[in-house]
């Protein structure tokens, strides 16, 4: 019999039954498969009763349904399961077949079994899949790289499948070879983890400092989400917001302040220092979520450490108040721009050290929809890139540069009181500390240069000399003229 399958899908978790019904929606016959087998049959005896998704029991029955050249895309944990289905498949499929990775895979790892399927005959795909249970049902954005061959293959599935935008533009297109559909999803990830602790920082500040109620706070996010604001995540937090408990009060209030992390921002923070990019404010996002999970120590320390009281003057005064609020939403805006930019700068970096084209603008628009990051704001980057596809900075972007400029008074006074009244705000103080390191033509490295050259004769470069030109000084008088080798971040 003449196999039906377009593509099959490993995994049934909650991603992979999504996707695998947005796919039927849009046409695509998928065989599912799962290690846990009995799966399947509950998944086609329920949520895929009525569709014409087809079910397998082994391997070989998968491949067996397949059309040529097969199509086999995983939705598995990340690490050792992924090597193992590869191995599964490799001795069902054929030179010229393909396997997609579709879980968050570390980019390494997708370099590594690019080359390993090559080496088979095989094509291979990493993909970035974001935007969550909803997103898979409805519409993801959807990062793909690995094998440039075998985007031609899967082209018509998944911009068919992905999220729309800009009256029906995709949310997906080839992003580059090896690992970077998976880089630029880790970046993704790490940019996530900024903008949540960003959104955080704010709630904390309007109801430790203004003292604002559950209820309060779901209006200003309302109005937020309504302008340059506009996202997925003040949308989905000003949900939060609202949300009751059973006994009538805020639910957000009962829920334990410990956050979890699956890897993916770490990743970015130490892809960033192999990189030597400053990515300031997505490694704060990450170490706040370490702090928060110290919670034991930080109830034991709330009774011995003291600082000052949180609540903020202006919130007694109406419109002090309501100015606040503004200046609050003004740090918010501008700290989201220094995020982004610092996610641009890594993807830059690595652009030219592993050897990628990567199109920034289009990135912008894979993430304008489908994605946990969508956002309106990212219809001004891709605008910032189509404009200038060399733009070396997103903040030296027109627009994004006097944006920056209307929100910095605000910005400065929310940093500032925060300070003042003792509540934590690293992700915008930091946003704001790059910022003020990046727009100075001189920092006090030269003296971290002459600390380092006096007890290690790690050299230094002068001012009054061409660049790439290294001295060495004998500070005490006692240490001879021989200089360390030099090394450069």
Same mark, same amino acid.
């Given at each position: ?224 989400? /309504? ?33 979890? /992390? ?10 960033? /220092? ?216």
């Amino acid at each position: 019999m003449e196999p039906k399958g377009d593509i099959a899908l490993i995994g049934l978790a909650v991603m992979g039954q999504n996707l695998i019904l947005n796919m039927n929606d849009h046409g695509f016959t998928v065989v599912a498969y799962n290690r846990t087998v009995e799966k399947v049959d509950h998944f086609l005896a329920h949520e895929a009763k009525g569709t014409q998704v087809l079910g397998a029991h082994s391997i070989a029955e998968l491949v067996a349904q397949l059309k040529r050249p097969r199509r086999v895309m995983m939705l598995v944990k990340a690490g050792k399961p992924v090597d193992e289905f590869i191995e599964q498949l490799l001795p069902h499929l054929e030179p010229g077949d393909i396997i997609i990775d579709g879980g968050n895979s570390l980019f390494d790892d997708t370099n590594r079994r690019v080359k390993y399927c090559e080496s088979k005959g095989l094509l291979y795909i990493g993909t970035g899949v974001s935007g969550g249970e909803e997103g898979a049902r409805r519409g993801p954005s959807i990062m793909p790289g690995g094998s440039p061959k075998a985007w031609e293959h899967v082209k018509a599935i998944f911009q068919g499948v992905s999220a729309k935008v800009d009256g029906g533009v995709p949310c997906c297109d080839w992003v580059g070879e090896g690992g970077a559909g998976h880089y630029v999803k880790m970046v993704h990830n790490g940019i996530e983890y900024g903008d949540m602790q960003l959104i955080c920082e704010a709630y904390n500040i309007l109801k430790l400092g203004l003292g604002l109620s559950a209820d309060e706070m779901h209006d200003v996010f309302a109005e937020w989400n /309504q302008g340059d604001l506009d996202s997925y995540l003040v949308e989905i937090s000003r949900d939060i917001l609202a949300k009751k408990d059973e006994d009538g009060t805020p639910l957000v209030d009962k829920i334990l302040d410990t956050a979890g /992390q699956k890897g993916t921002g770490k990743w970015t923070v130490i892809n960033s /220092q192999d990189l030597g990019i400053p990515i300031t404010l997505m490694a704060e996002a990450v170490y706040s979520r370490c702090v928060s999970a110290l919670k034991d120590e930080r109830v034991k320390a709330a009774r011995k450490l003291k600082g000052p009281r949180p609540a903020i003057g202006a919130a007694k005064k109406p419109e002090a108040k309501k100015a606040f609020i503004e200046d609050i939403k003004s740090a918010l805006y501008a700290s989201k721009i220094v995020s982004y930019a610092q996610g641009y700068m890594l993807m830059r970096s690595a652009a030219k050290e592993y050897g990628w084209n990567l199109n920034y603008g289009g990135i912008a628009l894979m993430w304008r929809g489908g994605c946990i990051i969508r956002s309106r704001f990212l219809g001004k980057i891709k605008e910032a890139y189509d404009h200038n596809p060399k733009l070396t900075n997103l903040m030296l972007d027109d627009y994004f540069r006097g944006e920056i400029k209307k929100a910095q008074k605000g910005w400065r006074h929310v940093v500032a009181t925060a300070a003042k009244k003792g509540i934590p705000v690293p992700a915008f103080s930091t946003a704001l500390a790059f910022y003020d390191q990046y727009r100075s033509a001189v920092l006090p490295a030269n003296l971290l240069q002459a600390q380092r050259d006096y007890f290690g004769a790690h050299t230094y470069e002068r001012v009054d000399k061409p660049r790439g030109e290294f001295f060495h000084t004998n500070w005490t008088g006692r240490g001879g003229t021989t200089s360390s080798s030099t090394y450069n971040v």
